[in-house]
């Protein structure tokens, strides 16, 4: 009988791999297809400017509008695209999106965004050759858009792997007035000198450590400790992962010029950001 149980269970777990793999092969075939077919979407999150209330700026977020599986987070796709080699293509499209998308609002004379941003993220594959300047130049040539309109984040895991090279690319784009903001600060081989040795204007302290507040004196001192050190190289900082107001309350306390998160907004589709956003003068809180 254990033997009779033994060979269902491992037809089990092959009927199951089977499964997987047989799912992961159509989410592969989806992907080309979706990049073409105009499914992958930027959604956009507000960042909050601490001391009023008031639209700071925003991230460029990809989602997949997949027809059966809903709405997708980059999680769950892009290791995908990267194995099939499409990550490149990805990445140049939501550059395009994002700067033609902010463009088109700045020509709107009726939104109030014309002293904002937008920040897309940057994957490693951006850091190799040229690759980043190319798609950096084509979007601003495309969408028309102001280079000091454009911010890039980019994590310190990404910086590493070839920094004379990724220096010199960053170097460049500063020189072209864009800003360059350190993801997910914190949690990637954290060194000091990477902000002596890459033109680093914003740090956005990861998720991670705003999740601490109140979780004991330690965290908390952490925190205040980073926050510290940023004010003190003269950076921006952005508190990113912000879900309550006692986590608003001690970023802001602290220092932190901008907040995003939860709390404030999820990551809205363009049409809904500029709803809640940009028509009228935002100011958090106010009725
Ligand atoms: P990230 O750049 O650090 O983006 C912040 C992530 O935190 C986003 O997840 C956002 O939805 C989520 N988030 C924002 N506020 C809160 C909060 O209050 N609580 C919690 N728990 N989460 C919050 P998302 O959109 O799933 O993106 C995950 C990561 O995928 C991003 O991390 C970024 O590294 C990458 N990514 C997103 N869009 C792109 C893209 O267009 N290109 C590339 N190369 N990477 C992207
Ligand atoms: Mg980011
Ligand atoms: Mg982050
Ligand atoms: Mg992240």
Redesign the pocket.
């Known amino acids: 009988r254990a033997k009779q149980e033994g060979r269902n269970q491992s037809h089990f777990y092959s009927d199951q791999l089977h499964q997987a793999v047989r799912h992961r092969m159509h989410l592969e075939r989806d992907l080309r297809y979706a990049l073409k077919n105009n499914q992958l979407k930027?959604h956009y999150?507000a960042k909050i400017n601490a001391l009023d209330g008031s639209l700071g700026g925003m991230?460029?977020?990809?989602r997949w509008h997949h027809p059966q599986e809903g709405i997708l987070?980059?999680?769950t796709f892009?290791p995908m695209a990267e194995e099939l080699g499409l990550?490149f293509e990805?990445?140049q499209w939501?550059m395009r999106t994002a700067c033609t998308q902010l463009q088109q609002w700045r020509s709107l004379p009726h939104l109030n965004v014309q002293h904002l941003s937008v920040a897309?993220?940057?994957?490693s594959i951006q850091l190799q050759g040229d690759n980043l300047l190319t798609t950096v130049d084509n979007a601003l040539a495309v969408s028309g858009l102001d280079p000091v309109c454009l911010e890039l984040?980019i994590?310190e895991n990404a910086l590493i792997r070839d920094p004379e090279h990724v220096a010199s690319i960053l170097l460049k784009l500063a020189a072209r007035k864009l800003k360059l903001s350190l993801?997910?600060f914190g949690t990637g081989y954290s060194s000091f000198s990477h902000l002596k040795n890459f033109p680093i204007h914003i740090i956005?302290i990861d998720?991670s450590f705003i999740a601490g507040i109140g979780r004991g004196a330690s965290q908390e001192r952490l925190l205040a400790a980073m926050i510290a050190f940023a004010k003190t190289l003269e950076l921006t900082l952005v508190a990113?992962?912000?879900?309550t107001a006692e986590q608003a309350r001690f970023c802001t306390d602290r220092g932190c010029e901008l907040l995003?998160?939860?709390?404030y907004s999820?990551?809205l589709s363009a049409e809904q950001f500029e709803i809640d956003f940009l028509t009228g003068t935002y100011r958090h809180g106010a009725v």
């Open positions: 930027v999150q991230e460029a977020l990809l987070a980059p999680g892009l990550m990805i990445d939501v897309v993220n940057v994957s984040e994590t993801d997910d956005k998720q990113e992962g912000v879900e995003q998160g939860f709390y999820r990551p």
